[in-house]
């Protein structure tokens, strides 16, 4: 699929950068960076003034070719960027995040952060991410070669890149963190910048696909299956006698396990209705939302906002209100602390991520050290003893169903757990934790447009419009439309008083 900009190819002059595979071309039918995606993998083209690789070989020339995306419609800076580095001793994908933009609107601003475990090596074609092919084009009088390149997917999803429309600047380079040399969309000659360089706004989203619970253009609705019967039937359509909203993350309650050493907890959830943060050094606590556990995958970011204090973050599965102080509580606990920690009180806590189940009431000193009501089923392949870093954002991605449990981070897989799982958690809400730790920012990524579908009860007593056994409005107590005695008479109409069976005469 073509860029664009300003509804024609996205287009670079083809003298404003240097020969031999450094110099983008592209015109408005032939745009200078192409894009497409399987469902597995991103592909990026890029189209060069000339065949890129070593002369006479089969491996790309020492550079490198890339993209820097603006995720949030700001163009005074960029987040993310995608680049193929042939620069060194081989070609690596490299994936990185601007986080602090240097120059306001500078597309050649440097990323500052990789996302582990890029960069990482590429391969060529036939079995690998790195093609070079003939272009079938001679913009600059030359035949042009396109470079391909293809990313992982589920990283790309991972960073929000599927999210929300974004645009995009492509370009040369001689590293994997910057766009150092000819950039297209715009005269590298003149004014560089964001908003002079980048595409029109494209989405990498897939086309609609039903049951993938995301309400997109052409469906009604969107619940995450194809069952009929609960309101979004196997086509996305709302079915008659349902009503069907796009699910939000919202507070459902919050709870905490009451201790001696910390304060209560402080959540609050943004305008936007995405981030939730708690701000204070507090109980182990939990805010419960209104996302489900299993219907979708969940994604978040979350991120420890300061240097001080090393304890706990992390979601629960399964977790409702009033499940800190009930005997009956049974849902799992995932949770990361950054760094080893010894209390006399309460035993010793390790760090890194683990997963645990949680039954009955946990004291503190259990939800601390994983003793009592609180069982270890696993620890992350990858962080399993590492803790977070200060004031980094990482991006978890929770998929939770009848037969495994399978949480990534950073696109990452770091747990795959085999059920079976507890009802209640199949069932349940997903809820955000923090233990002992101030300053921590969740963010929700997706689902964001999850339809939540309930039958429509225009007056109110509790039974539905498509079940009411007399007209709307002027029906008994719920009990009178109750067939009490099986002898197919709702209550209100049968004439025994004792409400047996009748029987003719």
Not at 129 to 143: I, S
Not at 184 to 207: E, I, K, L, N, R
Not at 249 to 272: F, N, Q
Request: aromatic share 8%; with cysteine.
């Amino acid at each position: 699929m073509p860029l664009l900009q300003t509804g024609v190819g996205y287009g670079d002059v083809d003298t404003d950068g240097r020969p031999g595979g450094r110099e983008l071309v592209g015109d408005d039918d032939h745009a200078a960076v192409l894009w497409y995606q399987d469902g597995t993998s991103f592909f990026l083209r890029f189209r060069v003034d000339a065949d890129p690789r070593s002369s006479g070989g089969s491996r790309l020339s020492p550079f490198a070719w890339g993209v820097v995306l603006d995720t949030d419609a700001d163009p005074s800076d960029w987040e993310v960027s995608l680049i193929l580095d042939a620069s060194g001793s081989g070609p690596e994908l490299a994936i990185a995040r601007n986080t602090s933009q240097a120059v306001g609107g500078d597309p050649r601003d440097p990323a500052e952060a990789d996302v582990p475990p890029y960069p990482q090596p590429a391969r060529y074609a036939p079995d690998g991410d790195v093609w070079v092919r003939d272009a079938d084009t001679a913009l600059g009088g030359t035949p042009d070669w396109f470079v391909d390149v293809a990313f992982p997917l589920d990283v790309v999803r991972s960073l929000g890149v599927l999210d929300q429309p974004v645009r995009v600047v492509g370009g040369v380079s001689s590293n994997g963190h910057a766009l150092t040399g000819d950039l297209a969309g715009c005269d590298d000659g003149a004014t560089v910048s964001m908003a002079t360089c980048a595409s029109d706004p494209v989405s990498f989203a897939p086309a609609a696909t039903c049951a993938d619970g995301t309400v997109t253009v052409g469906e009604g609705c969107d619940d995450g299956d194809l069952l009929p019967g609960d309101g979004c039937d196997a086509s996305c359509t709302i079915e008659p006698g349902w009503t069907c909203d796009v699910l939000r993350l919202g507070l459902v309650g919050t709870d905490t396990w009451v201790d001696t050493l910390h304060a209560p907890a402080s959540w609050s959830l943004d305008a936007a209705g995405t981030t939730v943060t708690q701000s204070v050094n507090s109980y182990a606590s939990v805010y419960v939302s209104s996302v489900p556990t299993a219907r979708v995958p969940v994604r978040f970011e979350v991120e420890v906002q300061t240097a001080d204090d090393d304890d706990f973050v992390g979601f629960t599965l399964g977790f409702e209100p009033g499940d800190a102080s009930s005997p009956s509580a049974d849902f799992l606990l995932l949770d990361w602390k950054q760094a080893t920690q010894t209390l006399a009180a309460l035993g010793t806590a390790d760090a890194g991520i683990r997963l645990s189940r949680v039954q009955g009431i946990p004291t503190t000193a259990n939800l601390w050290a994983h003793t009592g009501a609180v069982t270890e089923l696993a620890s992350a392949a990858t962080l399993g003893s590492t803790g977070w870093a200060d004031n980094r954002a990482y991006t978890f991605e929770v998929a939770l169903d009848a037969t495994h449990l399978v949480v990534s981070v950073d696109g990452v897989p770091q747990l795959d757990v085999p059920g079976p799982f507890p009802d209640r958690v199949l069932d349940g809400r997903f809820g955000f934790y923090a233990f002992s730790q101030r300053d921590t920012r969740f963010e929700l990524l997706g689902p964001l447009a999850l339809s939540v579908c309930d039958p429509i009860d225009t007056d109110g007593d509790g039974v539905p419009d498509g079940t009411e056994h007399f007209t709307t409005g002027t029906d008994p107590l719920v009990e009178g439309a109750a067939d009490l005695d099986g002898d197919s008479l709702p209550a209100s109409l049968d004439l025994d008083s004792a409400r047996a069976p009748t029987c003719p005469t």
